[in-house]
């Protein structure tokens, strides 16, 4: 009788009733915000997918420039400027928008696809200089195969944008970056060498494409190594440019002299080597010089670069060497290069690429005058009358000079040996 008294003057005390429901709301109302959290967890897990695409990825800016194109209700965007170098030396700016940092919308395949694009201002990414960042996609459904088409018609459309032109890489860090912009392609036949060598070298790296089977059953190591060397502005680096625009190969600068590349980034970066692509590692004398040299010498070169000889000779044909890459290696001094750098297996074919002949000098007069061509035996016999070795860049230079003055040009070789 005491307890139902109790109970009974506790339920008409209007402070224990007001606690007791403002007790009893804050449970409901964090119970339903629990089961909202769950539902929302379980929501997102079975009817949404999500794919994040962090900077570091080659696809990241493929994929901002398809988004920047087809979110077309997108106003607020952010702006990347470009330089381009050409050859004459102008400067070309170009302007790339894509889309700033925050939330975006937009619809692909009849699927409304978020976007979120964040940037980690704590967080530096340290082989590019440029704070971290990340790109969301968001969208309803359980399939992936949407997003897979969405990244290949982005690379598509990028790649679209290249056709017909040559894409040159440098190494950033630990991986390849795209260096200015495309150039188009410079046919192979506006390289003026002397007879055979450019069909020698083209057929070479025709037949290797066509027998990764036949290396494969014999145990042969999958890879091709090629070194031009002779004196400068007879048309090495012209004719591996050229040679890749023909077989539609990028090309991938290596630069030994970089002080930050080491051993195992310069073995990092051949194994992540874009595909269709070739290695160009320029006067590679200037990285090593043979061993017989005097210590005067050597201490020269000491401290240069931080890979060593053996990293090199590993990245070339050691175990950790990558298969089915094509290295090209130029140089003007083949005499100072270690002979163990270029044995067969590192180097598999050797050209010179010497001074302009005889057949060059023709040729790239009929190339340049096919109006007069009847006057190349001339410009031949007058460019030796002077006994001097003449390069191919410096004859271009003097086409150039004369243009359209063919005669007058004839009466001006002495020019070749002027600076």
């Known amino acids: ?34 089961a909202y ?10 009817c949404m997918v999500t794919l994040e695409v962090t900077c570091r990825d080659k696809s990241y800016f493929w994929l901002l420039q398809y988004i920047t194109k087809n979110a077309r209700n997108t ?19 170009s302007f790339k928008f894509v889309p700033a940092v925050g939330t975006h919308f937009f619809n692909y395949k009849r699927h409304w696809i978020r976007v979120d694009r964040n940037r980690e201002q704590q967080t530096i990414d340290l082989h590019l200089g440029i704070p971290y960042e990340t790109v969301t996609l968001t969208t309803l459904g359980r399939s992936k195969q949407l997003f897979l088409d969405l990244l290949e018609e982005a ?53 290797f494409n066509s027998l990764s089977n036949w290396y494969s059953q014999r145990g042969v190591p999958y890879r091709r190594g090629y070194l031009l060397h002779g004196p400068p502005g007879c048309g090495k680096t012209s004719y591996i440019t050229a040679l890749a625009g023909e077989m539609h190969y990028s090309i991938c600068v290596l630069n030994l002299g970089d002080r930050s590349l080491t051993d195992d980034r310069l073995i990092h ?9 070739i290695i160009l590692v320029e006067d ?33 044909d050691g175990a950790v060497s990558t298969e089915g890459r094509i290295i090209f290696m130029t140089t003007n001094h083949i005499d100072r290069l270690e002979p163990a750098l270029i044995r067969p297996g590192r180097v598999d074919m050797i050209e010179y690429i010497g001074y302009a002949t005889d057949h060059q000098l023709k040729k790239a007069f009929i190339k340049f005058y096919p109006q007069t061509s009847n006057l190349a ?16 860049a410096m004859v271009q230079g003097l086409f150039l000079r004369f243009k359209n003055e063919p005669e007058v040009m004839l009466k001006n070789v002495e020019l070749l040996w002027r600076k």
């Open 1 to 34: 009788m005491a307890i139902d008294q109790l109970v009974s003057s506790l339920g008409e005390n209007p402070y224990f009733g007001a606690g007791f429901g403002l007790a009893g709301l804050g449970i409901g109302l964090a119970s339903l915000r629990r």
């Open 37 to 46: 959290g769950i539902a929302a967890i379980v929501f997102r897990r079975q």
């Open 75 to 93: 106003q607020h965007i952010a702006v990347e400027t470009q330089f381009n170098e050409l050859e004459t030396g102008k400067v070309e700016t």
């Open 155 to 207: 690379r598509n459309e990028e790649l679209i944008k290249h056709e017909g032109k040559v894409i040159t890489y440098t190494a950033v860090g630990s991986e390849w970056r795209q260096f200015g912009h495309p150039k188009k392609i410079r046919p192979l036949s506006s390289v003026v060498l002397d007879e055979g060598i450019a069909d020698r070298i083209m057929n070479d790296i025709k037949e």
């Open 269 to 277: 970066l051949m194994s992540e080597a874009p595909t269709d692509s």
């Open 284 to 316: 590679i004398d200037q990285a090593f010089t043979v061993r017989e040299e005097s210590p005067k010498t050597q201490a020269m070169y000491e401290g240069l670069n931080r890979v060593t000889f053996s990293g090199l000779t590993n990245m070339l």
């Open 377 to 392: 035996d001339r410009f031949v016999e007058n460019v030796r009358l002077f006994n001097k070795p003449v390069s191919m």
